[in-house]
């Protein structure tokens, strides 16, 4: 299986975040790792792997040539469907999103018995999502929610172009937060976590920019990398990753 890189550049000691995208057919699993990778392309090196490669290395996607930010690159794997490629690729993943529509919930129960035995986190991308869904996704027994994506036809209509989507107001920066690290801190203790070394990452959420560069200010003179990223929750505006 071939690869598409989305930059050039490789700094100095990085590390690489192996996330995974799976999913059945039809739920719009390669739409979802084609946003995410392009997003990515814009922060830092990613390799794409899989089903979304194609749209990739269609687009001409550019990445940056800059350094990573926290020193970090990534490889997005977009696995083919169903629950026997997932098998194939868990134990080379750090992370792995299942993508479903309200209606195949029921489906992710395989994905779960696979990442429970290789001790991979697994979280829950719901895309199709309208309104009258909320309640049934809250009510749902199964990975946490990282995000989800409403009802978009020109999502589907770009995919099916070979081409990435293109969202309005909304971010898929969400699963990168949680594939980095989902337990939100205060300041303090997230430069504590750092200091005693049993967090390798942090995340603190911020209401603002202004406070966000204040904090990656902060993380910096303690010796720490920071980056902003931002969310689609409206209790706040987002978060500060630093390692």
Not at 16 to 39: E, Q
Not at 101 to 128: M, N
Not at 170 to 179: D, G, K
Not at 213 to 221: G, K, S
């Amino acid at each position: 299986m071939g690869t598409q890189s989305l930059s050039h550049h490789r700094a100095p000691d990085a590390t690489t975040n192996r996330i995974g995208f799976v999913g059945d057919r039809g739920v719009g699993k390669t739409a979802v790792a084609t946003l995410v990778a392009d997003r990515l392309s814009d922060r830092t090196l990613v390799t794409v792997v899989g089903e979304a490669e194609q749209i990739i290395d269609g687009a001409s996607v550019q990445g940056s040539h800059g350094d990573p930010e926290l020193n970090i690159e990534w490889t997005v794997v977009d696995a083919k469907p169903g629950s026997d490629s997932f098998e194939q690729w868990a134990d080379t993943l750090d992370t792995t999103f299942v993508v479903a529509t309200p209606d195949t919930l029921e489906k992710i129960s395989a994905y779960e018995q696979i990442a429970a035995r290789y001790g991979l986190t697994l979280f829950l991308i719901v895309t199709h999502f309208t309104e009258t869904d909320r309640e049934r996704i809250r009510a749902f027994d199964g990975p946490e929610l990282a995000e989800y994506f409403y009802e978009d036809e020109a999502i589907r209509t770009a995919i099916d172009a070979g081409e990435v989507p293109t969202l309005d107001d909304w971010t898929v920066e969400a699963i990168l937060i949680e594939a980095l690290q989902p337990k939100r801190l205060t300041p303090d203790a997230a430069i504590d976590a750092l200091e005693a070394q049993p967090a390798s990452v942090v995340n603190v959420e911020v209401s603002d920019r202004e406070r966000a560069d204040a904090l990656i200010n902060r993380f910096e003179r303690a010796g720490y990398r920071g980056a902003y990223y931002k969310c689609n929750c409206r209790c706040h505006d987002g978060h500060v990753i630093a390692r």
